[in-house]
C-alpha cells in the first residue's frame, strides 16, 4: 500500500468548517464573552483566582505582576503574557471599572492611553471587593473542573457574592457574537436584584424606578431614557454620552469651557487633540487654546476662548464634531448554560438570583456536613468525660492505640470517629471548667444544625440569607452615582458663525459657469475693476454681487430646479483667479444650465420670517418671481426655499418646451412688466399673481402671439425712469415708464418696439434680447453667438416713444448676432455690500 492510500479524501470546505465551527465555539465560550453568573471572562476569572490561591489578598503586602503572572499562565492560561497582563491591567484601572477588582501599586496606565509599565515593575493585589467574588468558593459552592493539563483545579464560575456582569460592565468581541454591558451603580443594582426577589413578576418599567440607568466610572451626562428602556427590555439599545462641561468667565471679559468628565472609554489625548485641531485648522472660530489641566485633583481640560464669542455656540460644536460627546450602544450578551444570549436587565438579574440559591445551598450543605460532623464528635467527648474513669481503665489496658480505638467502639459504643477524638484528648480538657466548654459548645453545634437544616427546608429562608449579604455588600461598598440621567436626547444646534467667520466677499459667476469667492482685500488690490478679473480666454462674468460668509445664496436653472448654496462653502480664489467650474460645487446636470442668482439672508429661513402675515394660507414677506419662456409668472414666499440639501430640488414647475427665463426677488409687490421677442410688452401689478407652493407651475402673465416668447421681465415702480430694450442687431432705445400704463394680468400688451422691415431698409434686428429699467447711465454688456464682448452706457441709446426703432449700439457682423445683454457686473461697489444682485 502506497502512503498517499493511507489518506482518506477530504473536501476542504468539509475541513475549514469544521475547524472554525470548534475555534468559534472556543472563543465564544471561553474567551471574549463572559458568563451571566459572575460577569467574568475566563481569563479575569482566571487571574483572580490564581492570586486568591497563592494568598495575594487585600490583607498582605502586594506582590509582582509578573508573579500572578507567571501562576496564571503555568496553571491555568496557556497563552501569551500579555493577554494575561492586559486582562490584569484593565481591572485595575479606575477609569473602565466602576469598582476595581485589583488593587494596582505602580504605574497601570492612565486616560491618555499611555501604556502601563511592565510587569516586572507593577505590583498587584485582589482588591477588597474581589473578594467577595471568591468569598467561600472553599466550600463546594462552585463547580470546579481541570486545568489544560490535568495538573490541578480550576472553578467554572466565581460565587460572586454581588451581580458583577451589571456592576462592572463588559466589552468583547467573538465570532458571530460581540458584547457590550455598561457599567451600573452597585447600590441600585443590588436594590434591583432584591425588588426581583421580593417580586419576581416585577416589570422592566419598574425596575428602571430603582436602575436609573448605566453609572460610568468617568461620569458624565446621559442622555436617552428610550434607549435605556430599550435596552432593558431586549439587550439592544442606544444611549449618548455628553462630557461634563461649565463655561467659565476669566479675566479681560473672556470666558472659557472647563471640561471635567468625558464619556466612558474615550482616550482624554486624543479628544484633547481632536479639540487643538479644530482650532489651528480654522474650522471653529473663537478657540484661543486647549489646556490639558489634569492632574492629582482630577480631570480638568480647559478650552480658552476669545474675546466676544459664541462660548455656547462653539461648546455645541464640539460636542458634535469631536469625542466630548459620542453614542454608546447596548449589546447585552452573556454566556448562559454555555450558550451566547442576548439578555434584557431582568433577565440578567434572574440568572443571578438562580446562581445565588445554587452557592448559598452548597456552602449551606457544607456548613451543615462541618457541624454534624462537630456535633458527633462532641457528643463523643461529652459521653466519655462522664465515664473518664472506665474509659482510662480501658486504653490503660489495651495494647496499642487501635486497640484502645478498637476497645473503645466495642465496650461503650462509640464511633470510630468519636473514639478517635477521645484518644487525641488533651489532659488539660479533663478540668471542670474545660468539661462545661465542651457541653455548651455541643449545645451550640446543635443550634447551629437547626438553623442550616432550615436554611436548606425553606425556599424563603434561603432567599434572606441571599438578600442579608447582598445589604451587606451594598452597605459596605455602595457610592453614590457618578453619571447623571436625562430622559431626552438633546438636539445639537450649532449656529454658522461659530465655525464660519462673518466676512463680506464678492462672488462672481462666469458665463461659462466659474465660480469664485474673492475677499474685498484680494479685488482692491487687483485695481477694483471687473476688468481685471481672471475669466478664461472668451469667457466673461455674468453675476457679480457683494455678499456675507454666513449667508445663503440660491441658484436657479432653466429646467425650474434649484440650489441652496452657503457663500461659505464657495471656493475662495484670488480675484486674477479663474475660480471654479460651478459643476464642481454643485451637482448641476449637464443638459441644464443657471438662470438666476438670488442671495438671501439666514435669519430669513427661520421660522419667525415663516410666520408673517399669511395670504391665502401662504407667507408673506420676501417673494421669488418666476417667469418663463412661453409667459408664465409665478411668486412663491422665500422662506419655501429654505432647505439643508445640497442637491438639485424643483423650484417651479415647468411646462413640456418651456423654460426659466428670469428669476429675481421681490420684497414689495410692485409692478412687473414683460417683454418679448417680437417687442411686445405688458405691465401690471404683482398682486395681481397669487402667491403659490413652490413646485407650482404659475398663471398666465402675457398672452404671446405665434412664434412669439417672452425674453424679459423687469419689477418696476412708480413713472420714474426709462425702459431700455435691445434687439438682435445690436439697436436700442429708450422709453420713459410713463408711457407704459398698468394692464391687467394675461392680455396681448403694448408695443414697445419696432423692427425695420423692407428691401432697402437696413434692418435692425429680427428679436429683442433683453430690457432693462434705467434711473441713470449704466453700463451694458453684449454678447455675440461667437462669444464676443461689447460695452456701451445706457446714456448712448436714443430717448424715444414706444414704437420707436433704435439706434446701433454696437455692430455686429452678419451672422454673428448678439444673445444676451446684462448690466456689467460689479459697476458700482458701493452697491455691493447691499447683498443686491446687480442684473
Keep these: 500500500m502506497s502512503l498517499l492510500e493511507q489518506f482518506l479524501p477530504a473536501f476542504l470546505e468539509e475541513v475549514v468548517g469544521d475547524r472554525f465551527g470548534r475555534y468559534s465555539k472556543y472563543i465564544i465560550q471561553d474567551r471574549a464573552i463572559p458568563d451571566v453568573r459572575d460577569g467574568l471572562k475566563p481569563v479575569q476569572r482566571r487571574i483572580l483566582y490564581a492570586m486568591y490561591d497563592s494568598g495575594n489578598t487585600p490583607d498582605k503586602p502586594y506582590r509582582k505582576s509578573a508573579k500572578t503572572v507567571g501562576d496564571v499562565m503555568g496553571n491555568y492560561h496557556p497563552h501569551g503574557d500579555s493577554s494575561i497582563y492586559e486582562g490584569m491591567v484593565r481591572m485595575a484601572q479606575p477609569w473602565k471599572m466602576a469598582h476595581m477588582l485589583v488593587d494596582g501599586h505602580g504605574n497601570w496606565g492612565s486616560m491618555d492611553d499611555d501604556p502601563p509599565a511592565a510587569m516586572r515593575y507593577t505590583e498587584a493585589r485582589l482588591s477588597a471587593i474581589a473578594m467577595e467574588l471568591l468569598r467561600d468558593i472553599e466550600k463546594r459552592t462552585v463547580l470546579f473542573k481541570d486545568n489544560f493539563d490535568n495538573s490541578t483545579k480550576e472553578p467554572v464560575v466565581l460565587p460572586s457574592r454581588y451581580p458583577n456582569l451589571l456592576v462592572n460592565g463588559v466589552s468583547g468581541i467573538s465570532a458571530g457574537f460581540a458584547t457590550e454591558i455598561p457599567t451600573h451603580n452597585l447600590r441600585e443594582i443590588i436594590d434591583a436584584c432584591i425588588a426581583v426577589m421580593n417580586k419576581p413578576e416585577m416589570t422592566v418599567q419598574e425596575l428602571m424606578e430603582i436602575v436609573k440607568g448605566p453609572d460610568f466610572p468617568t461620569g458624565g451626562l446621559i442622555m436617552g431614557g428610550e434607549g435605556i428602556r430599550e435596552a432593558y427590555e431586549t439587550g439592544k439599545g442606544k444611549i449618548y454620552i455628553r462630557s461634563k462641561a461649565v ?72 460636542f458634535k464634531k469631536t469625542d466630548l460627546q459620542t453614542a454608546y450602544n447596548f449589546n447585552m450578551v452573556a454566556i448562559v448554560n454555555k450558550a451566547p444570549q442576548q439578555l434584557g436587565i431582568k433577565q440578567i438579574l434572574e440568572a443571578y438570583i438562580a446562581h445565588q440559591k ?234 441644464d444650465r443657471i438662470v438666476g442668482l438670488v442671495p438671501a439672508k439666514t435669519a430669513e429661513f427661520t421660522t419667525s420670517a415663516a410666520a408673517e402675515d399669511q395670504v391665502g394660507g401662504i407667507s408673506a414677506g420676501p417673494m421669488l418671481v418666476f417667469i418663463t419662456k412661453r409667459g408664465q409668472v409665478k411668486r412663491t414666499p422665500l422662506v419655501d426655499y429654505a432647505t439643508s440639501r445640497s442637491m438639485a430640488i424643483a423650484a417651479c414647475k415647468v411646462g413640456e418646451g418651456d423654460e426659466i427665463v428670469k428669476v429675481f426677488r421681490s420684497d414689495q409687490p410692485d409692478d412687473l412688466m414683460l417683454i418679448t421677442e417680437q417687442g411686445m410688452s405688458i405691465r401690471f401689478n404683482q398682486d395681481e399673481v397669487s402667491p403659490q407652493g413652490r413646485v ?96 456701451f452706457s445706457s446714456e448712448n441709446a436714443p430717448l424715444d416713444d414706444r414704437k420707436g426703432q433704435g439706434k446701433l449700439m454696437t455692430a455686429v457682423d452678419r451672422g454673428d448676432v448678439l444673445t444676451e445683454s446684462f448690466r456689467k457686473p460689479l459697476s458700482d461697489l458701493a452697491g455691493t455690500n447691499e447683498s443686491k444682485l446687480q442684473s
Design 247 to 318: 463655561i467659565e468667565d476669566v479675566r479681560g471679559g473672556k470666558q472659557q469651557i472647563v471640561i471635567t468628565e468625558i464619556p466612558y472609554q474615550i482616550v482624554k489625548s486624543k479628544m484633547v487633540n481632536a479639540i487643538d485641531n479644530l482650532r489651528m485648522e480654522k474650522k471653529v472660530e473663537g478657540i484661543a487654546e486647549v489646556r490639558d489641566e489634569s492632574g492629582r485633583n482630577g480631570l480638568r481640560i480647559v478650552v480658552e476662548l476669545k474675546k466676544d464669542v459664541d462660548a455656547e455656540g462653539i461648546l455645541a460644536y464640539l
Design 358 to 591: 445554587e452557592v448559598v445551598t452548597h456552602r449551606t450543605q457544607f456548613d451543615l456536613e462541618k457541624a454534624e460532623d462537630r456535633a458527633h464528635v462532641l457528643e463523643g467527648l461529652v459521653k466519655a468525660l462522664n465515664l473518664l474513669d472506665q474509659i482510662i481503665e480501658t486504653i490503660k489496658a489495651s495494647k496499642n492505640r487501635l486497640d484502645a480505638q478498637n476497645n473503645l467502639v466495642a465496650k461503650y459504643d462509640f464511633s470510630e470517629r468519636q473514639a478517635d477524638a477521645i484518644l487525641t484528648l488533651q489532659l488539660y480538657r479533663l478540668t471542670n471548667l474545660e468539661i462545661t466548654s465542651l457541653e455548651k459548645e455541643h449545645a451550640e453545634a446543635l443550634k447551629k444544625i437547626a438553623q442550616l437544616r432550615a436554611i436548606l427546608e425553606s425556599p424563603r429562608k434561603l432567599m434572606n440569607v441571599i438578600r442579608d449579604e447582598l445589604t451587606e455588600i451594598r452597605d459596605k461598598f455602595g457610592i453614590d452615582r457618578r453619571s447623571v440621567i436625562q430622559g431626552e436626547v438633546e438636539e445639537i444646534k450649532v449656529n454658522l458663525e461659530v465655525t464660519v467667520p462673518a466676512e463680506e466677499v464678492l462672488v462672481t459667476l462666469s458665463r461659462e459657469g466659474y465660480v469664485k469667492r474673492t475677499s474685498l482685500m484680494s479685488f482692491t488690490r487687483s485695481g477694483g475693476e471687473l476688468g481685471s478679473a481672471g475669466v478664461k480666454e472668451g469667457d466673461v462674468i455674468r453675476w457679480g454681487m457683494g455678499l456675507n460668509t454666513l449667508d445663503p445664496l440660491l441658484l436657479f436653472t432653466q429646467k425650474g430646479s434649484y440650489f441652496l448654496l452657503p457663500v461659505h462653502l464657495i471656493p475662495e480664489f484670488k480675484w486674477k483667479d479663474t475660480g471654479t467650474a460651478i459643476v464642481n460645487v454643485l451637482p448641476l446636470a449637464k443638459d
Design 696 to 791: 407650482a407651475g404659475g398663471v398666465r402673465g402675457i398672452t404671446l402671439k405665434e412664434g412669439d416668447s417672452l425674453v424679459d421681465a423687469i419689477p418696476v415702480q412708480g413713472d420714474e425712469g426709462e425702459i431700455l430694450v435691445l434687439s438682435d442687431y445690436g439697436y436700442a432705445k429708450r422709453t420713459l415708464l410713463l408711457d407704459y400704463p398698468q394692464q391687467g394680468r394675461g392680455g396681448k400688451g403694448i408695443q414697445t418696439f419696432e423692427f425695420k422691415e423692407g428691401k432697402r431698409v437696413r434692418p435692425n434686428g429680427t428679436k429683442l434680447i433683453s430690457a432693462f429699467h434705467v434711473k441713470e447711465a449704466v453700463q451694458l454688456l453684449a454678447l455675440t453667438v461667437s462669444g464676443a464682448v461689447s460695452e
